[in-house]
């Protein structure tokens, strides 16, 4: 099997880098490779890196041993402003190295429900049909993305506590929890004929996590006991010194923060993480005041948590509209919007557009949440927009009401001294993450590292420890809605971005109709709308004043040239709302194909300009019943695209 030569990884033993080009196999190689598929030996462990170890966010990795491929979390992360406004919701790994594994891919295994490790599932799971391993809150998480695909009604979901274990094929799976900002959060010490390699997916070493275990270092310290032979470990915080302080530390904070408030308190905070939930209703209750929760998200978060028990102690929340008729120093109003997001409940609030919350001269809101880079103006203009109507704005800054869920450089320390490793494997990080964990494995006295890289393939053996065997190309698809298309960001070369709309087509995206089912066919005047004149004006231009150039556009281009490496110049990548293909009317019946349409408003492109059902000016009026069901697919879409933003701020703590 031959792939492009990438820069697929970085051996780092003897402290400085070697080649960066990857390792070919030898002539007396274990790994078997046939018809461009792995099958690794019995005496051997393979790691394919599919994602997460260019960037933080989209982690998804395989194991491979005995000829069976194991996959590890399938996540996603979001596109910038720019991308979003386009219509794009998701970005996750090019799956095509899984697809072309999927008959040996006996089970995958999620360590934990945050965005970064499940968000992709949903696009994944239906072309592979594995089970999937995950501890009761994931698997509700899981059921979630899947309901969104409606396929939850095939998939085999396996569910264990944080601590057990579990075989599927040549893997024998150990659990081991672990504290991070969501609930059930786990390690896995995987197990074959070659040996023990330990994952430890997100985490931190907390005294007192408010809610659930404490990370199980006694159990790490028995399996190192026995031999590892790597350690793929959390890189987030590899460039923060000292300990990341404890989730037990926002008590003491919220209740500095509510002391001697008169007025209202507003929180803002992530929903997933159920222990800052606890947390601000017990400090409510210790102040005599009442709890509602705004956001869809939140509210679903609260009904797990109470069907799993993790609410025990904590009273019922009220609803938004409960809470309005109690005296304002008796309401605590938890909601969703700390960064800024346009169309969550703390943004409404703030322009004064929320159905039953208002601020009042005299009230504060807390941010518990940190400033994400990227978010800063919307996150400042919202605050300011709070305060002009009177409210105390308090962050982090002013009280410790927020803490991170990932592990500092002397947490990072005590793991490898606790497992042992003979090899430390950086993951979860962007390269210069990567490097300073490296940095730091060796100062603790671990000679070994290798810093992997999206597309890598390890091979991780007793006698030659952990090498870079071979490379794929590590490429990235987007999500808008409706379909996944090839993606890569604005500086990408225009091959790079050809290969990637090549790979989404393959997987039935841009291109071709979705290849499942279930994806609400668009209204037919929206279509007819999409094919008159004034859905073809003028291209959009970035914020650099280039025009906004389509991948399609761009394929098309290339092709007409008859050459992949036509000059197209600097271009950014993005998903056209309604490629031509796709643009027909026939849909009654499921005869058509959907249009595309990205999810939110695109200007004066919007679904909802004018006074037609289409939202064209000229537009006849459809049936009341068709117009309703285009603005519930558009309200759908809309909640599912507050969701995400919510969830990405959550998962980039």
Aim: glycine share 10%.
């Amino acid at each position: 099997m031959t792939y492009p030569n990438i820069d697929a990884g970085r051996d780092t033993t003897s402290g400085s880098a070697v080649s960066r080009r990857p390792r070919r196999r030898g002539k007396g190689s274990a790994t078997d490779a046939r018809d461009g598929v792995l099958h690794p030996k019995a005496g051997e462990f393979l790691m394919a890196v599919l994602g997460g170890c260019d960037t933080i966010g989209m982690n998804m990795t395989m194991y491979g041993s005995d000829g069976k491929w194991l996959l590890v979390d399938a996540g996603c992360t979001f596109p910038d402003d720019d991308d979003r406004d386009l219509g794009l919701e998701v970005i996750i790994p090019d799956p095509e190295f899984a697809l072309r594994h999927a008959k040996d891919i006996v089970g995958m295994v999620v360590t934990h429900a945050h965005e970064d490790h499940v968000g992709a599932v949903s696009h994944l799971w239906p072309k592979i049909g594995c089970p999937i391993f995950c501890t009761p809150f994931a698997a509700e998480a899981v059921r979630g993305k899947l309901d969104e695909r409606r396929k939850t009604s095939k998939v085999r979901i396996h569910t264990h506590k944080p601590g057990g274990s579990f075989s599927v094929g040549p893997f024998q799976v150990r659990t081991v929890p672990v504290a991070h900002s969501i609930p059930e959060a786990t390690a896995l010490a995987i197990t074959t004929k070659a040996g023990t390699v330990v994952h430890t997916g997100d985490w931190k070493i907390d005294p007192n996590p408010v809610l659930g275990p404490k990370t199980d270092l006694a159990a790490l310290k028995a399996i190192g006991d026995q031999g590892v032979l790597a350690l793929m470990s959390d890189s987030t915080n590899a460039m923060s010194s000292g300990s990341t302080p404890s989730e037990g530390t926002t008590l003491d904070g919220f209740d500095r923060a509510f002391a001697g408030r008169k007025g209202a308190i507003v929180v803002g905070c992530f929903s997933s993480n159920v222990a800052r939930l606890k947390s601000i209703a017990l400090t409510a209750a210790k102040h005599g005041r009442k709890v509602a929760l705004a956001g869809r998200s939140l509210v679903r978060m609260e009904d797990i948590g109470r069907k799993l028990g993790m609410f025990s102690g904590v009273a019922p929340f009220l609803s938004d509209a409960e809470i309005k008729r109690l005296p304002r120093r008796e309401q605590v109003i938890i909601c969703t919007g700390t960064q800024g997001e346009e169309n969550a409940a703390l943004s409404r609030i703030a322009c004064a557009e929320h159905r039953h919350l208002r601020i009042c001269d005299g009230d504060t809101v807390i941010f518990s949440a940190r400033k994400i880079p990227g978010n800063e103006e919307s996150i400042e203009a919202i605050q300011q927009k709070l305060r002009n109507l009177g409210a105390t704005v308090l962050t982090p800054a002013d009280f410790p009401v927020h803490v991170s869920g990932h592990p500092s450089r002397d947490d990072l320390a005590e793991m490898i001294r606790t497992v042992r490793p003979a090899t430390v494997v950086p993951v979860h990080g962007t390269p210069a993450h990567l490097e300073a964990h490296a940095e730091l494995s060796r100062s603790v006295g671990t000679p070994s590292a290798v810093l992997p890289r999206n597309g890598s393939v390890l091979r991780i053996t007793k006698e030659r420890g952990v090498e870079v065997l071979d490379s794929f190309p590590a490429r990235m698809l987007a999500w808008n809605g409706a379909r996944l298309v090839g993606w890569a960001p604005s500086e990408t070369d225009p091959e790079a971005a050809m290969a990637a709309l090549l790979s989404a087509e393959a997987l039935g995206g841009s291109g071709s109709a979705p290849r499942h089912s279930g994806h609400p066919s668009p209204d037919p005047e929206e279509s007819r709308r999409r094919k008159s004149p004034a859905s073809h004006q003028a291209p959009r231009l970035g914020r650099d004043g280039r025009p906004v150039l389509s991948l399609d556009a761009k394929h098309r281009e290339l092709r007409r040239a008859g050459s992949g490496i036509h000059d197209a110049g600097s271009v950014r990548v993005w998903l056209p709302d309604a490629p031509s293909d796709v643009r027909g009317d026939k849909i009654a019946g499921g005869s058509g194909k959907p249009s595309g349409k990205p999810s939110g408003n695109m200007g004066e492109n919007s679904a909802e300009v004018g006074t037609g059902a289409g939202g064209h000016p000229h537009s006849k009026a459809e049936p009341t019943a068709t117009r309703t069901a285009a603005q519930r697919r558009r309200d759908q879409r809309k909640r599912a695209k507050e969701r995400r933003r919510e969830e990405e701020a959550a998962t980039a703590t």
